[in-house]
Structure formats: structure tokens, C-alpha cells
């Protein structure tokens, strides 16, 4: 994995995201030293909700992490405009064991996969409207631990993400809302789930060597996708080949290669409404610029 423009100790930058294969498949070329003249990266595999804690701890050169922590980690690191996952027709799924009504959550023991993350952001904004009293008890569990949770009775529901979109009636499950729809039924915006977020002490040249890295490292990918499959299913934690590619065809869009206008406009609009309701702190003027 050779590269150039490292960090100023000449290390490779330490970068963490997940195994998932949105994230595997994007990163593939990038990390493997195919993408000419891109920083050098030592990659960590870790679960969201990690990566969101590594981000408040200031750990770290360039983390995948949820949007709705930018609020605690903006003022130490910028995001970039490529490489994250927004999109439309993909939020996090509420799952049941049996079918129900929304109102039914109404004190339950939900299982979320992050506090931090953006599936229960969404989750909070969505419940504050239908369900009456508000849930009871959270439970953070890693996202894969969470169907099985609510299948064998261990919560009485489950906020997922991911693949379990595509094998949740695998596990004799319920769908009972859908926080994509909600979002942007009430909103018509995609729906803003993961961010790539790099450390501003950088400096600007670094950073955009970081995003035309990502940029470039995303079009590899769909150029040739063969090339990046072994490393895919290789971290895919025995995915069946065909839901990983269910999985990248859903979360690796347009607004991978860049956010544009409506997925920066996503992303205000969801934390702009967190802070009006006092769940995250407000943004700064000029937070969400890029070097």
C-alpha cells in the first residue's frame, strides 16, 4: 500500500470504518495503494457505534461515522463531500417480532445499534409524532446482535441498518416502520446515514488530497467491481454474495461520489431539526464547509 502526501511524520494516516460492504467496496481500491498519488492508510474495521465514539475522542486521522455525531466532533474534524452514504429508499427499519401498531412501542425496550447514530436520531424525531408516551427502555447492542435480540424476546423491538433491510423475514420478523419513509415523506430529502470525516489539523491541501482520494477510490470501484469483491466478502461476516450486492447497489450512489446540493441540504436539514429540538447541539456558521 504505498501512496504519497502522508501526514507530516510520513506515517500512513490511521483511518477507521466498517466491514460492512458499502464501506469495503468504496475504500477497496484506496486502501490497496490502486488509487495513484493517495495518501497511505492504515485501516481499522470497526462497528459504528465505535467509530462515533473514536470521532468524540478525538482518535484518529479519518473515521466513517454516523451523521448525527457531527454536532460533538465538527469543531476537530471537517466532513468530506464524498465517500459517506446518503440516499433514498434506504433508512433504518423498526422490526417486531409480531405485526403491530406504532403506537405499541409505547414504553418497549427498543435495541438501537448507536445513541450517536443517525438511525436513532431519525428514530427519536419519528417516535416524538407516533408514539404516544414515548418508548421505555434503549438498549445499544452492535447492529448485527439486534434481530436476533428481538427475535428471541430480549427487546420488544429493534431500530436496524444495513443489510438486515434485505434478511429481517429471515429471522421471522416485522416491519414496523420504515424511518427512510418518514424522512422523506416529511421532508423530500434523501435520507443522510454515514459521513466521512477527516481531521482538520490536516490542513486544506491534505484534506482535499483525502476527498479526490475518496472520489477517485469510489469511481474505481464501479469501474471494476470484480477487483474489489474478494475484499468485500472477504469482511462481509458470512453475508450471503448476493445481499452484499443488494447492499452497495443501495448504499454507494451519487451522493458517494459527491453530496451536491440536496445532500448537503439533507444533512443541514436533519441536524437543524435535531437541535430545534434540543437532541444534539446547534451547528456553527460555516461547520459543514469543506477545505
Excluded at 477507521?16 to 486502501?31: E, I, K, L, Q
Excluded at 433514498?88 to 405485526?99: M, N, Q
Excluded at 416529511?186 to 459521513?195: D, E, F, K, N, Q
Aim: hydrophobic share 45%; net charge negative; aromatic share 8%.
Amino acid at each position: 500500500m504505498t501512496g504519497t502526501g502522508n501526514d507530516s511524520t510520513g506515517r500512513p494516516l490511521r483511518i477507521a470504518y466498517s466491514p460492512c460492504p458499502n464501506d469495503t467496496f468504496v475504500f477497496h481500491a484506496w486502501a490497496h495503494g490502486l488509487v495513484p498519488g493517495a495518501p497511505e492508510l492504515d485501516v481499522t474495521f470497526a462497528d459504528i457505534d465505535v467509530t462515533n465514539g473514536m470521532a468524540e475522542r478525538g482518535e484518529l486521522d479519518v473515521l466513517k461515522v454516523s451523521y448525527a455525531v457531527l454536532p460533538w466532533v465538527l469543531d476537530e474534524y471537517a466532513l468530506l463531500p464524498c465517500g459517506g452514504a446518503l440516499g433514498r429508499g434506504c433508512g433504518p427499519l423498526v422490526l417486531t417480532r409480531e405485526p403491530g401498531a406504532e403506537a405499541d412501542l409505547s414504553g418497549a425496550t427498543v435495541a438501537v445499534p448507536s445513541e450517536r447514530s443517525t438511525a436513532y436520531l431519525l428514530f427519536r424525531l419519528w417516535a416524538a409524532e407516533r408514539v404516544p408516551g414515548g418508548v421505555g427502555k434503549i438498549a445499544v447492542l452492535p447492529f448485527h446482535e439486534i434481530m436476533p435480540a428481538v427475535r428471541d424476546g430480549r427487546v420488544d423491538a429493534g431500530l436496524v441498518i444495513h443489510e438486515a433491510r434485505f434478511t429481517y423475514q429471515d429471522y421471522g420478523l416485522h416491519r414496523l416502520a420504515d424511518m427512510g419513509e418518514y424522512w422523506e415523506g416529511t421532508t423530500g430529502l434523501p435520507i443522510p446515514l454515514g459521513a466521512i470525516i477527516a481531521r482538520r489539523s490536516l490542513g486544506a491541501p491534505m484534506l482535499r488530497a483525502l476527498a479526490d482520494a475518496a472520489r477517485t477510490s469510489v469511481r474505481m470501484a464501479w469501474e471494476n467491481p470484480a477487483a474489489s469483491r474478494p475484499y468485500v466478502l472477504e469482511h462481509a461476516q458470512e453475508m450471503d454474495p448476493s445481499v452484499a450486492d443488494r447492499h452497495i447497489g443501495l448504499y454507494v450512489n451519487e451522493f458517494t461520489a459527491g453530496l451536491g446540493e440536496s445532500g448537503y441540504a439533507a444533512v443541514r436539514g436533519l441536524l437543524t431539526r435535531a437541535a430545534a429540538e434540543e437532541l444534539v447541539p446547534p451547528l456553527g456558521p460555516g461547520a459543514l464547509d469543506f477545505a
